[in-house]
């Protein structure tokens, strides 16, 4: 894992096919030539990779799955990271390893043990990583054939430090059908009352986003999401009227307001835009915004899909940021894109990517260039305002997803030349996101673990306007008193 700020690391690989035609869509695509795979391959070779890594009870294994090769042609390495920074890195000495044999270690005596016992870090990662010492016929010396990362004991309980109750204080007034929240001139919001989200937010001056803020619970599908005909989950999603649900307000309370905070909450019923009695509602979705004069914004959703019910795409939210705020850094799993049931290649650290090149071109859009197991991101302009977003509380980390292309242009378009940029970027961040599946493509086989029934979900997030002042790092381990 690399923690600088160059992470355009897609794989180029060539396309089986791309055959020589005399189409004019082939030519465009021969004219293209390569195309970028960067999650199925990074995965493939992750799963593949000769030497096996884990620690079990304390004790870490080094296990070589060749049958013919021992290790003595690897050179091993480590490096540790405390909440996403490395924090020191070496060689590591073992001995060599016959195939199909292993060598245990006890953890403690590591060379990476002093550094890890003097870290004050909430998270610890140890990567042991093994490169080629001499040039093959097709690889070069220093070629990585394996690299694995593990997460060490926490040392200590993670306890959130409370931000100290001196917020400034901020004004709330109706507005026609909205509620506007500010504090003086360093941020703005305006809650539509008839939407029932935040729809306009500002700092200093600068607008992050002007569209609503709602639930999403479905997603481009993939080529793997349409495998198996009328038994797909394709199929099964657009039976179900999971690609046209709309969202109506039931009930919009203002609980509290002080002169420091104001509490906020919606009760939105999503039903199919063909059908709008409430006794149809596929979802029930109540939703709280603890707003405070920091410019913290804490929302905390609880979801109720109807039981009759297919698995889910995603359970999360939705809403679009100017395209200024290009710039997205996160500290989850990447650089490259990955799935809870295709992530054990990206390791977790702090990434940095433009939206452009987080795109995955396939062949056929559909869902793609999402992050995993993301614990905060940012999304900034060229002079570091913009947005940040956590996790909260006790809810798990995020599924994260920023794109130029809509969900419903991604499932629009044929082929990746079709598809047409919007005016802003769409951001997911999603408590639950299903599988990809691939065991096979004709058939529905993402497994039970990664699937998402359709029953009650809670969970929280916090947002927060960010400057090119402010240091993330701080925000993460600051947490505003539940």
Not at 8 to 32: C, E, I
Not at 400 to 426: C, F, P, W
Request: hydrophobic share 35%; proline share 6%.
């Amino acid at each position: 894992m690399e923690t600088n700020k160059n992470y355009n690391t897609k794989m180029l690989v060539r396309s089986p096919l791309a055959k020589p035609k005399t189409t004019l869509r082939s030519f465009l695509w021969l004219k293209r030539g390569l195309t970028f795979i960067q999650c199925p391959l990074k995965q493939v070779k992750h799963c593949y990779q000769p030497i096996k890594v884990s620690l079990t009870d304390g004790t870490i294994r080094v296990a070589n799955a060749y049958f013919f090769n021992t290790t003595e042609e690897l050179e091993f390495s480590w490096k540790i990271h405390g909440d996403g920074l490395e924090l020191g890195s070496g060689t590591l000495s073992i001995p060599v390893i016959k195939p199909q044999n292993s060598f245990d270690m006890d953890w403690k005596s590591g060379p990476w043990f002093s550094v890890w016992n003097d870290s004050k870090a909430g998270e610890l990662f140890l990567t042991i990583t093994a490169k080629l010492s001499n040039p093959t016929r097709s690889l070069e010396a220093g070629h990585i054939l394996s690299s694995t990362q593990i997460p060490l004991p926490s040392k200590r309980e993670i306890i959130p430090q409370a931000i100290k109750n001196t917020d400034p204080i901020i004004t709330c007034e109706t507005v026609g059908d909205f509620i506007k929240i500010s504090q003086q001139d360093s941020w703005e919001l305006m809650i539509n009352v008839q939407k029932g989200a935040i729809e306009g937010w500002k700092v200093q001056g600068v607008l992050l986003m002007n569209e609503a803020i709602l639930p999403c619970f479905w997603r481009a599908p993939t080529d793997n999401d349409k495998g198996g005909g009328d038994s797909s989950y394709f199929s099964r999603w657009k039976a179900a009227q999971l690609d046209n649900v709309e969202f109506i307000v039931e009930s919009c309370s203002v609980k509290s307001t002080t002169d420091k905070s104001v509490e906020i909450e919606f009760i939105y019923l999503g039903s199919s835009a063909s059908e709008s009695s409430k006794s149809d509602a596929l979802f029930k979705v109540n939703v709280t915004y603890l707003i405070y004069g920091s410019g913290d914004i804490i929302t905390n959703w609880y979801v109720v899909p109807n039981s009759d019910l297919p698995p889910l795409p995603r359970v999360g939210i939705e809403f679009h940021i100017e395209k200024t705020l290009d710039r997205v850094e996160w500290y989850g799993r990447g650089p490259f894109e990955c799935y809870p049931d295709r992530k054990s290649a990206a390791h977790v650290g702090i990434y940095e990517q433009s939206v452009a090149d987080m795109h995955v071109p396939y062949i056929v859009p559909g869902e793609c260039g999402g992050r995993t197991d993301v614990r905060w991101v940012t999304f900034t302009n060229k002079e570091g305002v913009g947005i940040y977003a956590s996790t909260y509380g006790s809810s798990s980390p995020l599924q994260m997803n920023a794109s130029y292309y809509t969900t419903g242009e991604l499932d629009r378009a044929t082929h990746e030349e079709d598809l047409v940029k919007g005016q802003s970027i769409e951001v997911h961040l999603d408590h639950k996101h299903m599988g990809i599946g691939g065991d096979d493509s004709w058939t529905p086989c993402v497994h039970d673990k990664y699937l998402i029934p359709p029953e009650p979900y809670s969970f929280s997030i916090r947002l927060c306007p960010i400057t090119a002042a402010a240091s993330v790092l701080d925000m993460y381990k600051d947490q505003l008193p539940c």
